[in-house]
């Protein structure tokens, strides 16, 4: 399992321009809708919802990585964002969001799938050069790149 794999061009966005979080999770719950991945957003927004009162997803660095596994999503995915302006997600550093990999689970996939692509979209982003790049991104090709040249692989 790769990353890239799982990026699509049609679900990527530079120019959400919601103002809080619960707007840019439905904005972007809807690029799955758009491209088939998800049968009905406000499913799987609840489902993201859900796993946010577990613990948040913001990482740190302006970066979130909101997730929902849930019977509306058809395929596993990753949706990315860059904000036009930050927003609250009571990241662990305390730090507004502008960058946003979020990521849809089938239910009844396996229990440790949704983790396995978390660690890699983790360890990608442990990477400084990944971080410098994705600030200077602004198109969906620079971020395509990115992903190309850091090839990460599930073990």
Do not use: C
Not at 113 to 138: F, G, N, W
């Amino acid at each position: 399992m790769k990353i890239l794999e799982l990026l699509n061009k049609d679900q990527m966005s530079f120019d959400i321009k919601e103002d809080d979080q619960l707007a840019v999770i439905k904005d972007m719950a809807g690029m799955f809708l758009k491209t088939g991945v998800i049968d009905n957003v406000d499913d799987y927004v609840d489902s993201v919802l859900e796993r946010e009162k577990t613990g948040t997803t913001g990482i740190g660095g302006g970066i979130a990585i909101p997730h929902g596994k849930s019977k509306s999503v058809k395929e596993s995915s990753v949706a990315f964002a860059k904000l036009s302006k930050p927003v609250k997600w009571n990241a662990l550093d305390g730090k507004d969001v502008s960058i946003i990999f979020m990521l849809s689970i089938p239910a009844e996939s396996a229990s440790n799938e949704h983790l396995k692509l978390l660690s890699l979209l983790a360890q990608s982003l442990m990477d400084d050069d990944v971080i410098e790049a994705l600030d200077k991104a602004t198109t969906k090709d620079d971020i395509i790149n990115i992903f190309k040249n850091k090839e990460i692989v599930e073990q």
